[in-house]
């Protein structure tokens, strides 16, 4: 089989009658359309999971353990994120994506049957492990298959597959979990998996299958490959043993948290190229910000629904539609970033969305002021996901900028890796100071008569919104060029 890579595929762009062709031209359409209908399915899930998950979690008496349902998807997408980029390198991205839709869809189907809290976290797990083999091999495709030139217009497409989703997803999920039950979400969702499956993936084997270069048959390579399985073994270790520890608040709990970090540090220290830790210049800072954005954004997010559920009494579907808008002007930012006229000053953009994230995240939680009328939410997270567009796809469009094809595979696992790393350690973060505060005893206030606890979300979100806003320092360390090598 020919393999077309990146350098070949540009080369073929340039033929005469093809120099302007677009994503959406006839060499890219089947293959666009095919892999942002990934997309749609991984938007359609998050935001619809995220909406129902407030009354997942209360009806299976599993609030306290609220955070672990997100986190543990990140968890174990570490792992899927490094074996996947392992994967794509050396064997093609083909077979890392049909595994991870698989176990996306198990996962949801897993969680939607779930009897108790530990069965939907497990599932939610199983899910996470997919997602990361899903995202990654996704990154290699749009490394391989498209043009320097196509690859922000990709990359805003990615973003404009959430749009729909972000709208129809919270009102479908909302409507579904009030009048059906919230397991309906869950189980549903799987059957998007057929279209793009048989869209993407006979373009993907024709455009992008296959290693960039001949298999390494060293032992030294294969002895890489092994350490970098390894470390991402340890890596989802400690970070489930450090957001078992956030949870439990006692003082056992420092064990498996010294334990955790002991494994988690060394590992990642060694999967992210040298230098991150110290935003130095270049990859980096990229791969950095990645995280810094993500992670301070999610770990926000995450917490929404349920504080405009409990503390302001609203139903999932309006508590959703809080969020609705946010798919739109993401995906705004996001073609905004895909403008040629704006390169030049791609750095300056993301320092300005990330301002923009930071002041989001910190206007939400005066919702907890009941003076306050509760669509502050809404215009304040539209803000912050068009701050989101504008730093998320520029940091993917960078990190293939600065890569060689053939570290295509191991740098996008990077850059998820801090993305996923970042939601998990924020996550755990946040969900202890929402543990501590009492947050693990809120119920619905339109239904049950309970305390609020607004320090507990206040304590989530002010924090987050300073990690957002050393996003801002650090994205103005983007220039330069890619640091070789690993931590």
């Not at 508590?319 to 995906?331: D, I, V």
């Not at 094809?405 to 970042?422: R, V």
Request: hydrophobic content about 55%; glycine content about 12%; charged content about 10%.
């Amino acid at each position: 089989m020919t393999v077309l890579e990146p350098r070949d595929a540009a080369v073929a762009d340039q033929t005469p009658g093809r120099a302007e062709e677009g994503v959406l031209g006839r060499d890219y359409r089947a293959l666009s359309v095919g892999i942002v209908s990934v997309v749609v399915l991984i938007a359609f899930e998050a935001t619809a999971v995220g909406t129902a998950m407030p009354v997942a979690a209360r009806e299976l008496n599993g609030v306290g353990l609220y955070a672990f349902a997100f986190s543990g998807y990140f968890t174990t997408s570490l792992f899927g994120m490094v074996f996947a980029g392992q994967w794509s390198d050396r064997r093609g991205p083909l077979g890392a994506l049909t595994t991870g839709i698989g176990c996306f869809a198990a996962g949801l189907l897993l969680a939607g049957t779930a009897s108790a809290m530990w069965l939907f976290i497990l599932g939610r797990a199983v899910q996470g492990l997919g997602g990361g083999l899903v995202i990654v091999a996704l990154y290699v495709v749009v490394g391989r298959a498209y043009p320097e030139r196509l690859r922000p217009a990709i990359m805003a497409g990615f973003a404009a597959g959430w749009v729909v989703p972000s709208i129809v997803g919270p009102l479908a999920s909302g409507a579904v979990t009030e009048h059906l039950g919230w397991r309906w979400v869950f189980i549903g969702i799987p059957v998007l998996v057929v279209f793009p499956l048989a869209l993407a993936l006979p373009q993907i084997r024709r455009r992008a299958g296959g290693p960039v270069t001949p298999a390494a048959s060293g032992d030294a390579t294969s002895s890489a490959d092994r350490r970098r399985i390894r470390l991402a073994l340890a890596a989802s270790l400690g970070a489930g043993l450090i957001q078992y520890a956030a949870q439990d608040l006692r003082w056992l709990s420092l064990l498996p948290g010294v334990a955790g970090a002991a494994l988690l540090v060394p590992a990642v220290l060694g999967l992210l190229p040298r230098g991150t830790y110290r935003a130095a210049r270049g990859l980096p800072s990229v791969v950095l910000l990645r995280g810094i954005s993500a992670g301070s954004f999610v770990a926000a997010e995450s917490f929404v629904p349920l504080m405009l559920v409990t503390e302001r009494g609203l139903t999932p579907t309006l508590a959703g539609f809080s969020l609705a808008a946010g798919g739109g002007t993401w995906a705004l930012g996001s073609w905004l970033q895909s403008r040629a006229r704006v390169e030049p000053y791609r750095e300056r953009l993301m320092t300005v969305g990330m301002l923009l994230v930071t002041a989001a995240i910190a206007t939400a939680p005066s919702v907890l002021i009941h003076s306050v009328p509760v669509w502050t939410v809404a215009a304040a997270w539209a803000v912050g996901c068009f701050g989101m567009g504008l730093v998320i796809s520029s940091t993917s469009v960078l990190l293939l900028q600065l890569s060689a094809p053939e570290e295509a595979g191991a740098n996008s696992a990077a850059l998820q890796i801090s993305d996923g790393l970042s939601n998990t350690v924020l996550l755990a973060a946040g969900g202890a100071a929402f543990a501590a505060l009492g947050g693990g005893a809120v119920s619905h206030t339109a239904t049950q008569a309970s305390g609020s606890h607004p320090a507990a979300f206040a304590a989530v979100f002010l924090p987050m919104a300073g990690v957002a806003l050393v996003g801002a320092w650090v994205a103005t360390r983007l220039g330069g060029k890619a640091v070789a090598g690993r931590s």
